[in-house]
């Protein structure tokens, strides 16, 4: 049973110049900064590139594309952030908070268009949505304020659940935000909310080894781009400790992970390549409205449940955009 089949990027996307490289003559020149590693963010860059082709844009015809990779290294960004600026490139992209806040600190000048978790706005992004003001604008995919939404899921999914896991990365600053959103969802609702902090890999390994001896009823795993450069390790430790999960993005579900609930970062990568392409065409930041996600997906991989022992309730079976099995 599948809402919609999942088409997996394959081949030539390998393949792509991901590596920083010269301007060439008669090429704009953008930056493209993120958190994560050229490997796990194909699909998005290949949405990124699809947006600018929509806006009449296209890397190595008549554009130039230098991108910086800080692969989890939070610390890098700031750093990254100055070289593309002194590179002079005539847009800067940034994804996921901690990116947008070192572009800001690193320009108050050069265009920056922005995809974030975070409330743009309490972020101090932009002065509004309607009109951002200043350099910046971009993409609001929400993911911070949706944790109360998941933990509601998963107690669809978990009726009985009492004891519930939540892992966030105390690196990315959106995470007092989610807590701020489920620590009191959880309190209304009687459970018991246990906070588990990592922001490397052997610290998800540290993380499951602690909720092997907690054995919670489900874990939510909070909104990181780290972790979902991570979702292989996440997944197959919850699947080994047999905990049932929930995560933010499909693309955990599609790794084997049970349940995810959030937009889409393609749709978003997509939107992005497409300001872009409207600033790069004379558009100012300051009156471009910033877009917010308003497609949610619910994607249930019904082989995962199975192999828990989850009989996954109809109504849910039914409400889901996805069900992979």
């Known amino acids: ?86 590179n002079k490139v005539a847009v800067l992209v940034a994804v996921a908070p901690p990116a947008v806040f070192a572009a800001k600190a690193a320009t108050a000048t050069t265009p920056i268009v922005f995809i974030s978790g975070l409330d743009p706005v309490k972020a101090g992004f932009v002065s509004n949505f309607t009109r951002p003001g200043g350099n910046v604008t971009g993409i609001s995919i929400g993911t911070a304020a949706l944790g109360s939404k998941r933990l509601a ?73 780290f972790f979902v450069s991570r979702r292989g390790q996440i997944v197959a430790l919850a699947a080994r400790q047999a905990i049932p999960a929930i995560y933010d993005w499909r693309e955990y579900a599609v790794a084997g992970g049970l349940m995810s609930y959030g937009t889409s970062l393609e749709d978003a990568h997509r939107l992005a390549g497409v300001y872009t392409g409207r600033v790069l065409s004379g558009a100012k930041p300051a009156d471009l409205p910033v877009v917010e996600a308003s497609k949610f997906e619910t994607i249930i991989n019904l082989k995962t449940a199975n192999a828990l022992g989850i009989k996954v309730p109809r109504l849910m079976l039914a409400r889901a955009e996805e069900v992979i099995e």
């Open 1 to 86: 049973m599948k809402r919609r089949s999942f088409i997996g990027l394959i081949g030539a996307a390998a393949a792509w110049p991901f590596a920083a490289r010269a301007q060439q003559p008669g090429r704009t020149l953008i930056g493209f900064l993120n958190i994560l590693s050229p490997a796990t963010t194909l699909s998005f860059v290949a949405a990124f590139r699809q947006g600018l082709k929509e806006t009449g844009f296209t890397e190595d015809k008549n554009l130039t594309i230098e991108y910086r990779w800080a692969e989890g290294q939070y610390e890098r960004l700031p750093g990254m952030a100055q070289d593309l600026i002194q």
């Open 153 to 225: 899921l998963l107690r669809e999914m978990i009726p009985g659940a009492a004891n519930i896991a939540l892992l966030v990365n105390p690196s990315n600053p959106n995470t007092g935000a989610q807590l701020s959103d489920l620590q009191p969802a959880a309190a209304s609702a009687g459970l018991t909310l246990q906070t588990l902090r990592a922001s490397s890999a052997s610290e998800i390994d540290g993380a499951f080894a602690i909720l092997h001896q907690q054995q919670p009823d489900g874990l939510i795993v909070g909104a990181d781009p």
